[in-house]
Every structure is written in structure tokens, then in C-alpha cells.
């Protein structure tokens, strides 16, 4: 297909209109044509919105297809529908944040892959996903999309979730993905959303680009540029973000949106005099697509009568887009996978739901278990099942066309797999964020505590209190849930907590009552089966804290990967020290701490060996560090082998440790295996301040344990 020769015939309107993105629901007009609902917002005619080039947010495949004719009876280029497909399209999997919690990226493509079947049946062409955004500040809402504080983690679940989505674009089902929100948005000051984000640019290159730039390696088909300024500079105009690295330097030439109305938002950072310049700043730096703002429409024609905008860019910009639609094949065919009955019968499909289960099992952390867990179903035990949360389906912010009525309450569950009879319930506490406690409610749930074998407490946040513009400045469970944990105690020395969240709580209270926590994050569709499996004992726990949980949440941001600074605090409990780096009322270390999570079975880590203790600066040269790992309990269990390391001396101080590998093993009782890990020189590279990558020669400490806390190391030097 010619595309250039389809460009040189479509006149600057019909350029513009490929470059703009609206709702869906904006394409609709009265009879007459009028601009009404949404559209109108946007202060342009019926013609340009209903001209435009591609839309986000429907409802389905019926929805997807009535546009797609009625837009071609006018129009010969399709339209491309885009929708945030972030942790499933119907059948729902846990957040992002869990997934990474699963350390597994080969559960996370498979889910990847399975919403992609599900959406792209639905009509969509393009997913919002991957977020990858690093995030140190539990208080920020939008910690639930992203693989959470680390860096490789971030990459590796990045890149899972690209070659999930999209795999080798030859199955129908194929999905462009678009990472976001480029750049380093997750930094947001304060954790507020949409803050500034101010930023070294060394830190910006080590911890926060990463993952976007392994997503562009995988192949990813586009990418979003975010709301926040950085260092001053709003993302969608920075020019040496987006031209000079994204362009330029890794090579991105495929498609670049904006996000939602950021454009548009560009005056209210006051970075901008008025729609000209936003527009003009917006496609100089790079973006192809406007979402949901309209500044290329008006400015365009005017910049180029200027000579401020060259028609090049314009088409170059356009080029980009029909050349995605000819990928996708949508000029042969505009409705490309979209079929309702396909759909359908893939929703909430057997398989589909075991994926989601495996998916809400794998992402669970134990977080602490006095041995009140597994508890025997065989016995028969009788429990309460209490808590704001206990009986509705927690599928989590950005479920897409999730629905909460489509998951089952842990309540329900429960009875069905002990007996009406051996199960109560009582909700003991409001769900809303600051819901103060209830006496009537306590008392009741009191009540049935008693003579229970144990209480099943669901706590933490609903769905919508994560996500999107939900930053949190307090993020414990409210009082009335922290009223109601230790009313239950009181009565009955058996409280298994199940804690529901999109982010890190503080759990430092709930951890003084609780007999067991148990991390659920939003689980999806299949959360309350998983819990049960978990409880039970039929699964095993393997997930793993992707950030850390503070004791309290002014240690925000925390994150393991923390500078040692001139005056380090010993982990001793030890506060009367003076003039070091503490907080006087509490530790610097977190709850729990990145990477950690219990099992039904306990793992040794043996001393690590290393066939060698000099790394030489050749290509090529690697040491093997090797550990044996046995399985010290009674059950099956997976360990999952973190190591990290620490580069004692260099030209930019480094961390304390550094996640740089992982392996997760299943053993049986009794069993050990050999874990062996390469360490090669990229491994101890950095940007150094002229921001290049580089090994510096020296020694460092490599440690291999089960997290970010372990002090089973070894040194080695790069000569
Ligand atoms: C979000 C993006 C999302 C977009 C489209 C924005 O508000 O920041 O993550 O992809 O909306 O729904």
C-alpha cells in the first residue's frame, strides 16, 4: 500500500483530523449536526470531531462496529479504536501492581495475551498499556498500574506485558501496546497526581527510564506521553525527553499520543501563552496524536502559514499513523477481530477465569503468619467472615468492562466451601475512606467472633480508592476498620487479615492484632476462589512485595534501593544516637520490605559460591555465583532467589543494593537445588554524570537471599 501517495492527497483538515483522538462518544451528534454532550466541551464543530482519526473508550465490539460503518459512509480512512486494557478486558486479572508481585513474567504475558483476546474481540486495536512508571511514594494513587519501586522489575514486566499484548502481530488477536506516561510520572512530588516532578537528571536516567526504553526494545507500537512537568517542562513539549532520547537516541520512530487533554493542559502549567503554542511545542518535540484536546485542529493551518510548522512534520506525523492502521490491516478490514459472539463466549470463559485465579494466587504475599494459616477444610472449621470488603468482588481502578458483580465475595465463597452453617458474617465497619467506627456495627461483629475457630477480616481500600487522581495522605486502614480488628481480637485470638489495596498501606497497627496478614492487592474476577485456595492450603503463597510497605507514611517515598548517606542508622533500635540519618519516632526501615514474602514452607540459602572473584572488563567475561536452596519445611513451595548488588566505590554513589536478577524455584520438602546466576559487566553499569552508561573497575558486594533485606553476601571486583 502506497502510503506517501495517500498522504499527498489528503488535504491539511484531513491530516489534522488523523491526528486528533476523542472519545467515542463524541463522535455523536444530534440529526441536525449540532455539537452536544462532550464534544461540545471541546469547542470545535460537529465536522472536525466527527472527522477524526481515531477514538478511545467504547463499550464493545456492537458499539465498535456502528461507528466504524457510519464513520466509512462519510470516510475512507478507518478509524483506530484505542481503550486502557490494563488488567483485563472483562475477565478481570489482579492490578498491575500484583502482577508484579508474581515475580512471573510468563503468567504475566499469558494474561496479557488472554485480555488481548478478550479486547481485541471487543473492537479494540491499540491498549493503554504498559504503565511503567516507577513509584517510590505509596501515597500516589496510580502505584496499582505500574511493577512498583524497582527498576529491573519494571523492565521485565514491561516487557512481558509488550510481547503478551502484541506477540508476532500474526494472530488475529495481536494487539499494538502503548507504554506510558513518558516520562517519569510516577515521581510526582509528594505523591500527589499530576505533580511536578523534580528531578536529577541522573536519577531520571537510572531508575525511571528504564522500563520505558525496555518496552521500546520489545517492540512496543507506541508510546504516551504523560501529564506532569518535568524539571519544568511538560512532558508532551519536552523536546529532549521525547525528540532527543525517545526519537533520537533509542530509536522510536512509531507512533507518540499525548495523554488525555495534556496538551490542552499545558497553558494551566503556564508553560503556555495559548492553543498556537502548545500545539507548535507538541508536534516539534514529537507527538503524532492529540488525545482529547484540539489545539492541532485550530493552530495547525495557521503555524504552517507562519512557517512555524513545516507540512513535513504533518505528514510525517500522519505517515505514522496510517502506516499502524495498514500494520493492523484495517484498510482491508475496518473491523478486524471485532465480533460480539467471539466475545462473549470468551468473557468470563473457563479458561479465562483459572488464568485469573492463578493470576490472584500468584500475586498474594503472606505477609505475616503466626501459624494460624493454612487453616484444615477438612476439620471443618467455623468462621467470620467480617470486614467493609468481606462480601464483594474486588476487581480493582482500570477494570475496563470489569464488573464488580462478576467476581464473588470472599463470604460467599466461603460458605460454599465449608456450609452455610459453619460461616458467619458481619461487615463491622463502613468501607469509606475516613468511615469513622460504628458501635452497633462492632458489637455485632464482636458478637460472632466469639467461638469462632477464626475470624477472616477483610480490610484496606475499596477499588476506587487507588487509581487515577486517588492520592492518599493517609494510607492506614481507616479507624473504623482499625476499631473493628481489635474489637474481633479481643474476643478471639485468631484474626487472619486480608488487606485489599492499589498501594502500600501502613500496616504497623493492623500487624499488632493480626494472627496473619495476607496481601490481596485488587485481585479480579477470580480474588475470593484464589483467597480460599490460599487459606486452605491448596495453593501456596510465592508473591513478593514489588514496594516497600512502611511503618508509617511520612518515610514516603521508601525504597530499598536507598543511598547508605555519610551518616548511616544501624537497624538496632537505637535512637538515642545523635546527628545521624533517623527519624526520632520511627525506624528508616520499612514494615516489609521490597521483595519479601512468607510461604506454608521455609527455604535455606546456602553461603554463595563464586567460581571466580575477579570479573574481568572483556566482553564476554562472567562469574557464576551459585547458592543451594532447600526446602526446610513441610510442604511444597516456590522460593524466589532475588539477588542484588552493591558497587561499593564510584564516580555517582551508588545504592545499598540493586535488584539485578531473579529465579523462582518450586521444591518439595526435603528437596534442594542449585541456583546459579551469571554476572556479567552490564550488570554493574551506570549513568555516570556526563549520563553514560559506563563500568567503573573496583570491588562490590553481591548479595543472593530471599529479599531485599538479606545479608547473605559475597565480594567480587571488576578488574
Ligand atoms: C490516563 C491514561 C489513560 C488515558 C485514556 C488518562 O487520564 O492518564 O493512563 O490511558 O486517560 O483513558
Known amino acids: 500500500m502506497n502510503i506517501k501517495a495517500?498522504?499527498?492527497?489528503?488535504?491539511?483538515?484531513?491530516?489534522?483530523?488523523?491526528?486528533?483522538?476523542?472519545?467515542?462518544?463524541?463522535?455523536?451528534?444530534?440529526?441536525?449536526?449540532?455539537?452536544?454532550?462532550?464534544?461540545?466541551?471541546?469547542?470545535?464543530?460537529?465536522?472536525?470531531?466527527?472527522?477524526?482519526?481515531?477514538?478511545?473508550?467504547?463499550?464493545?465490539?456492537?458499539?465498535?462496529?456502528?461507528?466504524q460503518e457510519k464513520f466509512l459512509e462519510n470516510y475512507s480512512i478507518p478509524l483506530l479504536f484505542m481503550q486502557d486494557v490494563i488488567h483485563g478486558y472483562r475477565t478481570i486479572y489482579p492490578i498491575p501492581l500484583g502482577m508484579a508481585a508474581s515475580f512471573d513474567t510468563d503468567l504475566v504475558k499469558r494474561c496479557s495475551t488472554m485480555a488481548a483476546k478478550e479486547a481485541s474481540a471487543s473492537g479494540v486495536h491499540v491498549t493503554f498499556t504498559p504503565m511503567v512508571d516507577i513509584v517510590r511514594d505509596a501515597r500516589w494513587g496510580r502505584?496499582?498500574?505500574?511493577?512498583?519501586?524497582?527498576?529491573?522489575?519494571?523492565?521485565?514486566?514491561?516487557?512481558?506485558?509488550?510481547?503478551?499484548?502484541?506477540?508476532?502481530?500474526?494472530?488475529?488477536?495481536?494487539?499494538?501496546?502503548?507504554?506510558?506516561?513518558?516520562?517519569?510520572?510516577?515521581?510526582?512530588?509528594?505523591?500527589?497526581?499530576?505533580?511536578?516532578?523534580?528531578?536529577?537528571?541522573?536519577?531520571?536516567?537510572?531508575?525511571?527510564?528504564?522500563?520505558?526504553?525496555?518496552?521500546v526494545d520489545a517492540g512496543v507500537e507506541m508510546v504516551m506521553t504523560s501529564f506532569n512537568t518535568t524539571n519544568g517542562i511538560p512532558s508532551s513539549a519536552n523536546k529532549w525527553l521525547v525528540d532527543e532520547i525517545l526519537r533520537k537516541e533509542w530509536g522510536f520512530d512509531k507512533l507518540i499520543i499525548s495523554d488525555y487533554n495534556a496538551i490542552g493542559e499545558m497553558q494551566m502549567h503556564g508553560y503556555s501563552s495559548g492553543e498556537k503554542q502548545s500545539a507548535m511545542e507538541a508536534l516539534s518535540a514529537g507527538t503524532d496524536i492529540e488525545m482529547m484536546s484540539s489545539t492541532f485542529l485550530k493552530s495547525i493551518p495557521a503555524l504552517i502559514d507562519e512557517g512555524k510548522i513545516t507540512m513535513e512534520q504533518v505528514d510525517r506525523a500522519v505517515e505514522r499513523i496510517l502506516r499502524l492502521k495498514e500494520k493492523l490491516g484495517l484498510f482491508k478490514n475496518p473491523y478486524k477481530n471485532a465480533d460480539a459472539k467471539k466475545a462473549e463466549r470468551l468473557y468470563l470463559s473457563k479458561p479465562h477465569k483459572a488464568l485469573c485465579k492463578e493470576a490472584a494466587e500468584k500475586a498474594a504475599v503472606l505477609l505475616k503468619n503466626d501459624g494460624v494459616l493454612p487453616l484444615n477444610k477438612d476439620k471443618k472449621p467455623s468462621l467470620l467472615i467480617a470486614g467493609p470488603y468481606a462480601d464483594m468482588g474486588m476487581i480493582g481502578f482500570w477494570s475496563c468492562c470489569g464488573r464488580e458483580d462478576e467476581a464473588k465475595g470472599v463470604y460467599t465463597v466461603f460458605r460454599k466451601a465449608l456450609g452455610a452453617r459453619k460461616v458467619a458474617f458481619a461487615k463491622g465497619a463502613d468501607g469509606?475512606?475516613?468511615?469513622?467506627?460504628?458501635?452497633?456495627?462492632?458489637?455485632?461483629?464482636?458478637?460472632?467472633?466469639?467461638?469462632?475457630?477464626?475470624?477472616?477480616?477483610?480490610?484496606?481500600?475499596?477499588?476506587?480508592?487507588?487509581?487515577?487522581?486517588?492520592?492518599?495522605?493517609?494510607?492506614?486502614?481507616?479507624?473504623?476498620?482499625?476499631?473493628l480488628l481489635k474489637a474481633v481480637k479481643s474476643v478471639n485470638d485468631k484474626v487472619i487479615v486480608v488487606i485489599y489495596s492499589g498501594r502500600p498501606l501502613a500496616l504497623t497497627k493492623v500487624e499488632k492484632y493480626a494472627s496473619a496478614i495476607i496481601e490481596m492487592w485488587q485481585p479480579g474476577t477470580m480474588g475470593a476462589e484464589a483467597l480460599s485456595s490460599l487459606v486452605f492450603g491448596e495453593a501456596n503463597f510465592e508473591g513478593r512485595l514489588p514496594q516497600s510497605f512502611p511503618r508509617h507514611v511520612g518515610q514516603c517515598p521508601i525504597y530499598y534501593n536507598r543511598m547508605n548517606t555519610g551518616r548511616p542508622k544501624l537497624d538496632d533500635g537505637d535512637f538515642t544516637k545523635m546527628y545521624i540519618s533517623q527519624y526520632l519516632d520511627v525506624e528508616n526501615t520499612p514494615l516489609y520490605p521490597f521483595g519479601y514474602g512468607l510461604s506454608y514452607t521455609s527455604f535455606s540459602v546456602s553461603p554463595i559460591t563464586l567460581s571466580k572473584s575477579a570479573l574481568c572488563e572483556n566482553e564476554g567475561d562472567f562469574i557464576t555465583a551459585s547458592v543451594t536452596v532447600k526446602n526446610t519445611g513441610k510442604v511444597r513451595g516456590v522460593a524466589n532467589i532475588q539477588l542484588y548488588i552493591r558497587d561499593l566505590v564510584a564516580s555517582v554513589v551508588r545504592p545499598v543494593k540493586e535488584l539485578k536478577a531473579f529465579k523462582k524455584l518450586s521444591l518439595m520438602p526435603g528437596e534442594e537445588k542449585t541456583v546459579d546466576f551469571k554476572i556479567e559487566k552490564d550488570m554493574l553499569a551506570f549513568y555516570n554524570r556526563e549520563l553514560k552508561r559506563v563500568c567503573e573497575k573496583g570491588d562490590f558486594m553481591l548479595f543472593i537471599g530471599q529479599d531485599s533485606d538479606t545479608a547473605n553476601s559475597a565480594k567480587f571486583s571488576l578488574v
Open 143 to 215: 502505584c496499582m498500574e505500574s511493577a512498583g519501586e524497582d527498576t529491573y522489575l519494571g523492565c521485565v514486566m514491561a516487557r512481558a506485558q509488550v510481547e503478551g499484548f502484541q506477540g508476532d502481530f500474526k494472530k488475529p488477536y495481536n494487539i499494538p501496546a502503548c507504554v506510558k506516561h513518558f516520562a517519569a510520572y510516577g515521581a510526582a512530588v509528594a505523591g500527589r497526581d499530576y505533580n511536578a516532578v523534580e528531578i536529577g537528571e541522573q536519577p531520571l536516567f537510572e531508575y525511571y527510564m528504564p522500563p520505558y526504553k525496555a518496552a
Open 432 to 483: 469509606a475512606l475516613n468511615a469513622e467506627p460504628d458501635k452497633a456495627m462492632i458489637l455485632e461483629a464482636k458478637r460472632r467472633a466469639r467461638n469462632k475457630d477464626a475470624v477472616i477480616l477483610c480490610l484496606g481500600e475499596a477499588s476506587g480508592m487507588s487509581g487515577e487522581g486517588n492520592s492518599r495522605a493517609n494510607i492506614e486502614p481507616s479507624e473504623a476498620q482499625l476499631e
Open 6 to 67: 495517500i498522504i499527498s492527497e489528503m488535504t491539511l483538515e484531513e491530516k489534522l483530523a488523523q491526528m486528533s483522538q476523542f472519545n467515542a462518544n463524541c463522535l455523536d451528534t444530534t440529526a441536525s449536526g449540532e455539537v452536544t454532550g462532550p464534544a461540545s466541551e471541546l469547542n470545535l464543530t460537529a465536522s472536525e470531531v466527527k472527522a477524526t482519526g481515531s477514538v478511545l473508550n467504547f463499550t464493545g465490539a456492537l458499539e465498535m462496529i456502528r461507528i
